[in-house]
């Protein structure tokens, strides 16, 4: 039981590529999120999904893109990278939207230049 | 919109005291309450969940508290160790019915001394 697991662990990106990060868990979770923490702000919402085909707008959605085609997958898109969205991302998942705990992944560290 | 401080953002102490840190959320409407330990460069661990019906939750040397009337939570750590040096956020789920996701505090860095 990997849990939620995520790659790549690092990246570096030139202002303008694109690249998609990807989440996977092996918990049979409904619920999946992407967060991403910056020094100073705290882990913030991207977007999240209830299930697989749907996904939803979190806090910060700007410049993202997701996709859930599988129950166990998650991909956060980036399609013309820039310095803003230098940060650590991280996946969570859970089996219900409330009352349940968060399981998280250990983290993408994504650096534009 | 709901924001999440913690109190400290920085403590540093010696080995086997007992510490408390402070969390506290400005919208009292919360599912629950999230304690996790983050070591540097990696994920976050889930210590304790609270339901918003919950006075508190305990894990071994953990214990952590809710008062929602008062946007208030603790998390008490007994006879701290060295293991326990990490950054420790505090995160709470709204009641506003949809799926979103936490909304985390800012995290209080902890260090303990040997």
């Known amino acids: 039981n990997a849990g939620v697991t995520q790659t790549p662990k690092f990246r570096v990106l030139k202002t303008g590529q694109s690249m998609t990060l990807l989440c996977a868990q092996d918990m049979n979770h409904e619920y999946m999120y992407w967060y991403r923490q910056d020094p100073g702000m705290g882990l913030r919402l991207i977007h999240y999904?209830?299930?697989?085909?749907?996904?939803a707008k979190g806090e910060v959605p700007d410049g993202y893109n997701v996709s859930r085609l599988k129950k166990q997958n998650f991909l956060l898109g980036l399609e013309s990278a820039a310095p803003s969205q230098t940060s650590v991302y991280f996946c969570?998942?859970?089996?219900?939207?409330?009352?349940?705990?968060?399981?998280f992944g250990p983290g993408t560290r994504l650096t534009v230049t | 919109k709901q924001e999440v401080t913690q109190i400290p953002a920085a403590l540093s102490v010696p080995e086997g005291e007992n510490l408390v840190l402070n969390c506290s959320f400005t919208?009292?409407?919360?599912?629950?309450l999230q304690w996790f330990r983050q070591d540097p460069g990696k994920g976050l661990t889930s210590l304790l969940l609270?339901?918003?019906?919950?006075r508190e939750q305990t894990s071994g040397r953990l214990n952590a508290s809710l008062d929602k009337s008062s946007g208030r939570s603790t998390l008490y750590i007994a006879a701290s160790q060295p293991g326990d040096s990490a950054t420790y956020l505090c995160?709470?789920?709204?009641?506003?019915?949809?799926?979103?996701?936490?909304?985390f505090g800012k995290g209080t860095h902890l260090i303990i001394q040997p």
């Open positions: 969570a998942s859970s089996y219900g939207p409330a009352g349940y705990e968060q399981y």
């Open positions: 919208d009292s409407a919360i599912y629950n």
């Open positions: 609270i339901q918003s019906s919950q």
């Open positions: 995160a709470v789920k709204g009641s506003g019915g949809g799926a979103d996701g936490l909304t």
């Open positions: 999904s209830v299930g697989e085909g749907t996904t």
